[in-house]
């Protein structure tokens, strides 16, 4: 059995971790088996999940500039004190240039993961982007949840060598297929009933723009209609001021994080996402699964159209021109998936994803990285473009 650490800094529900624990969900645990490690919030829920599934989790020191020395020594002695993990599945970019290389020096075989377009901007995203530019020359594999991702973080040319996988965000497909049944009963919590409800997921911060829909609100004055915004975050109160100062609060509906987000997607009416930087986020692929016409900001890789609901459109049109594009969107309501549709997100099942990873993870415990070419070698993701 081949023991992957994998390092995702939070423990939460949303985004890269519920992918990644969705993959782990349909991993064969007799072969392969995930340890985690965190710097911070741990949901209590999921902690005893991957308990129960036989992970441990650990913690991390966060990194801060200052501390540099003694969270690269806390590494080096993880490392030193755990020689049972062969894989390590980075999915912190800014400090993988600290913890690659003492992987590395323990023998271990080195993942870093690209799920992200942009740091920001300012002097901290700055930083950011110098630290990761030595990772491209220290990874033994490359992965990336879109053609964007892979290229912002590790150049052109890495994504061009054999060290390169697109890895595509994956979701249980069938958990998030339309349910009249549910529809209604969610509604009924969440006080939706006989409402038009415009939904987004994710979590509260800056890349995802939320404050864009706050604004968009003023611009659907309806009684009718209502804001569905699920997620926490650092934003989060940020973003409930913003909805008091221009009189919308009424009309929306903070969840905060929620660990049934299947059934809170049947709630919705249509899915809004007005990113300012995306890698290909999960909630789109959750929300198109169920059937949502989804009005995605052009911001957002091409590689997450999966069916023929999603449009994308220009933040620079500002929030009147979308307004306009939610209220059409409202008045079709969602979309049955036909059988092109129902194809395109089977290749994004995490069924089908956790297989392809499970056998990449033990050739990378055979040591296959250092095969010569003529040999048999992980193949996964080695996809062209035209199939993805």
């Known amino acids: 059995m081949v023991r992957v650490l994998q390092y995702i800094g939070l423990l939460q529900t949303g985004g890269s971790q519920s992918f990644i624990l969705e993959l782990y969900r349909n991993m064969d645990r007799t072969k392969v088996q995930f340890d985690f490690i965190v710097f911070s919030q741990v949901n209590q829920e999921l902690a005893r999940e991957i ?19 003694e969270y690269q020594k806390w590494w080096d002695s993880f490392f030193y004190s755990h020689p049972e993990y062969q894989v390590l599945h980075g999915h912190i970019r800014s400090v993988a240039a600290i913890y690659t290389p003492a992987a590395k020096k323990y023998g271990l075989t080195v993942i870093v993961h690209s799920h992200s377009t942009s740091n920001g901007t300012g002097i ?47 979701i249980a497909v069938r958990k998030f297929l339309y349910q009249e049944a549910a529809r209604q009963k969610v509604r009924d919590e969440l006080n939706l009933s006989g409402k038009k409800v415009i939904g987004n997921a994710g979590r509260i911060a800056e890349p995802k723009n939320q404050v864009f829909l706050i604004e968009m609100m003023q611009h659907i004055p309806d009684d009718d209609v209502r804001l569905l915004i699920v ?158």
């Open 51 to 69: 308990r129960k599934l036989g992970g441990k989790i650990y913690k991390s020191p966060q990194y801060c500039g200052v501390n540099h020395f």
């Open 124 to 170: 901290r995203a700055g930083l950011k982007d110098l630290m990761q530019l030595p990772i491209r020359f220290q990874a033994d594999y490359f992965f990336a949840c879109s053609k964007e991702a892979g290229e912002w973080l590790f150049g052109r040319k890495a994504c061009t060598s054999a060290k390169y996988r697109f890895v595509p965000n994956s």
């Open 231 to 388: 997620g926490d975050g650092c934003l989060l109160q940020d973003l409930k001021r913003k909805a008091v100062q221009l009189g919308v609060d009424g009309r929306v509906v903070f969840t905060g994080a929620r660990n049934d987000m299947h059934r809170v997607y049947q709630a919705m009416d249509v899915f809004v996402f007005p990113s300012l930087w995306e890698g290909l986020p999960v909630s789109l692929i959750e929300a198109q699964a169920g059937g949502l016409r989804c009005l995605v900001s052009d911001r957002v890789t091409r590689d997450v159209v999966l069916t023929k609901g999603i449009k994308r459109l220009p933040l620079e049109k500002g929030t009147g021109y979308w307004a306009a594009q939610v209220k059409q969107a409202l008045r079709f309501g969602r979309k049955s998936l036909d059988k092109e549709d129902m194809e395109r997100l089977e290749k994004f099942d995490s069924c089908h994803v956790a297989q392809e990873l499970q056998e990449f993870y033990l050739c990378c415990m055979k040591d296959m990285h250092q095969m010569r070419p003529g040999t048999k070698q992980p193949v996964f993701g080695r996809r062209k473009d035209s199939e993805r």
